[in-house]
């Protein structure tokens, strides 16, 4: 007789990010991020769309699950919400003026509201649901770092902005068990300090942190001093006090104030202006301050705990930079990092604390993350894709892989740019070969491209390596796998050249201190990159594509970026594909077995207007 199955569906909403997980007997069977399915960047919506999927991928409805369960305890929040305003009134009238009517009307009621929405989901009454449980913030962040990795015990950490009302904590978990130890609660956030700096550098809160790290290479950390003299209070076992006359997120409508204005030589840089000098350097500074903070909490963790491995979620955990220091310079034996590491992520840790907490249910661990890679999203059949793709008009020809592989080496070779999609789309914020856009990473001229015709964004965001993990330490000082593309590890010595002025006008920067190695499209200015190890087991296409392009050129591995354009979320289905295609400068696209080339495709208006129908960040 088989075991019975549990189903158990995860939550994450109304803040951003909004996702849902279906998790049975433990294991992770679909999850996926709403934006996907909406085209509206950092959905935080109901989301509608992503329980529908999750449900049908598991073969379930509404009324076969066991426990819904939401990643957050929004009453707890709101407590800490009024405690803030409180103690700090007057000030932050306005902020409370505008915050409250969201609250009263919807946070508030959220019971209610998951409710309405779920019975309206799953065509029932709301007493007919299954029971729906709310689990902590943090708890949902350590559940999702722990409960998947491939540690049987491991010491936790997460760091965010904040939750209910911590923004840092540290867990320990062993086989089903997590137990928190210590945390440090709001206002003292590491995520928002970062985020503080994120906005007076001119990017978006909550989407434009990647931006900062990506920027930091280009400065030179000249105000950290000023930082840990007058904005951090860090103490030598990495917990940590901000000095909140600096700061405005407390009471008001902007993260920085004038004071804080005032230790940077000026106001904050508007959003799409120009990118001076002192952004640089501010980037350079809180990205060294915030590796700083993570090393020594990393330090603390293993000294308080004994353990041998660490887990890492929340959105500080995106940070890849302080990832690949953690690795390489801290106590721990090796390092897991939740894919999905942020509010998205929530989700699966959600039906995972309701797995291991209210079932008390087992957990198995073989030394593999249970991930699968993080491809846990749809996928498309023969059927839907020439579907799809005849009702756009497109023109195509299908061609079985043996031929398909060697032809696209031939294209990359050539300095094409191909869009790649295939199989079940990624959960969590970055592409890993399922819905890709690709390219040669020794051309001189591949970064700009992509960067400038393809991606429309910023010139200096640095693009990764997807390597076989075969090969990793043959191009990178990294001696393990990363299949997250959640560390940063330096180009090998024997790969780097110093490029002349005029070679480095090629990539559209004029900075003289620039650097490139032998694979100059995937290496950033300080010899680093953000690597993607590829392994067989859980993306074998891609790896097999990966293979032939090396077997063609001598070099195994690609450049990878996500399938989309700025201000857009990552593709999702076959006709999004191809309405990125036909709105960029790419050359190919590959859908599973069709391939299509730009110059077989009908005419069409070449102008920018389809650019409004996006909220650039």
């Known amino acids: 007789m088989g075991i019975e199955a549990v189903n158990i569906l995860g939550i994450s909403a109304y803040y951003h990010d909004s996702a849902a997980a279906l998790v049975r007997n433990g294991e992770i069977v679909a999850a996926a991020q709403e934006e996907r399915f909406t085209r509206k960047k950092h959905d935080a919506r109901f989301p509608r769309q992503s329980i529908a999927y999750c449900l049908s991928e598991g073969g379930v409805d509404v009324g076969d699950l066991d426990e819904i369960v939401f990643y957050d305890k929004p009453l707890v929040k709101f407590e800490r919400l009024l405690e803030t305003y409180l103690s700090y009134a007057p000030h932050g009238f306005r902020s409370f003026v505008a915050a409250m009517p969201v609250w009263v009307k919807e946070k508030l009621y959220l019971k209610q509201t998951l409710r309405r929405e779920l019975a309206d989901l799953g065509c029932c009454k709301p007493k007919d649901l299954p029971k729906l449980l709310f689990a902590e913030h943090h708890q949902s962040h350590a559940a999702s770092a722990f409960y998947f990795s491939p540690y049987q015990r491991a010491a936790v950490l997460c760091l965010d902005g904040v939750g209910e009302w911590a923004t840092s904590s540290v867990w320990v978990g062993k086989d089903g068990d997590l137990t928190p130890l210590w945390e440090i609660d709001f206002p003292h956030s590491l995520g928002l300090l970062y985020s503080a700096f994120t906005y007076f550098t001119g990017f978006r809160v909550n989407s434009g942190e990647y931006k900062l790290m990506g920027l930091a290479p280009y400065g030179e950390p000249k105000y950290v001093d000023l930082i840990l003299d007058k904005l951090l209070d860090l103490k030598d076992d990495g917990t940590f006090r901000l000095d909140m006359q600096y700061f405005n997120y407390c009471t008001g409508l902007t993260m920085t104030n004038d004071r804080f204005a005032g230790l940077f030589g000026g106001p904050p840089r508007k959003p799409e202006s120009q990118v001076s000098q002192r952004e640089m350097d501010i980037a350079a500074s809180i990205q060294k301050v915030t590796e700083e903070v993570v090393l020594r909490l990393a330090r603390t963790v293993h000294r308080e705990t004994g353990e041998e491995y660490l887990c890492l979620a929340g959105g500080v955990a995106l940070n890849c930079v302080a990832n690949g220091r ?204 953000r690597i993607q190890t590829v392994h067989s087991e859980t993306n074998p296409r891609y790896y097999e594509l990966i293979k032939t392009f090396g077997e063609r050129t001598g070099c195994p591995m690609v450049v990878n970026t996500s399938f989309n354009v700025r201000g857009e979320p990552i593709v999702c289905t076959p006709a999004d594909a191809y309405r990125c295609f036909m709105r960029t400068e790419m050359d190919c696209l590959a859908i599973e077995n069709f391939l299509l080339l730009k110059s077989d495709q009908p005419v069409r208006a070449r102008d920018d207007s389809w650019l409004d129908e996006f909220e650039l960040d």
């Open 326 to 529: 953690i690795l390489r310079e801290g106590p721990f034996k090796d390092v897991w990092i939740q894919p999905a590491a942020g509010d998205a992520g929530g989700a699966a840790g959600a039906a995972a604390v309701a797995w291991y907490d209210y079932h008390d249910g087992d957990r198995r661990t073989n030394g593999q993350d249970s991930m699968r890679g993080s491809l846990l999203g749809p996928r498309y059949s023969r059927e839907e894709i020439k579907a799809q793709l005849d009702a756009a008009g497109a023109q195509y020809v299908e061609i079985e892989d043996k031929e398909l592989f060697p032809r696209l080496a031939g294209l990359l070779a050539e300095e094409n740019v191909i869009g790649w999609f295939q199989g079940r789309m990624e959960f969590g914020p970055r592409a890993l070969g399922a819905r890709s856009i690709i390219g040669d990473p020794r051309s001189p001229k591949m970064q700009s491209v992509m960067n400038l015709k393809i991606k429309y964004r910023e010139s200096f965001r640095p693009f990764a390596p997807s390597v076989l993990i075969d090969n990793v330490s043959e191009y990178f000082d990294q001696d393990r796998a990363s299949p997250y593309m959640l560390i940063v590890a330096p180009v090998r010595d024997e790969l780097r050249i110093q490029l002349t002025k005029e070679q480095q006008q090629l990539f559209g920067i004029e900075k003289l201190k620039l650097k490139r190695s032998e694979l100059p499209a995937i290496t950033h200015v300080d010899y680093s990159a």
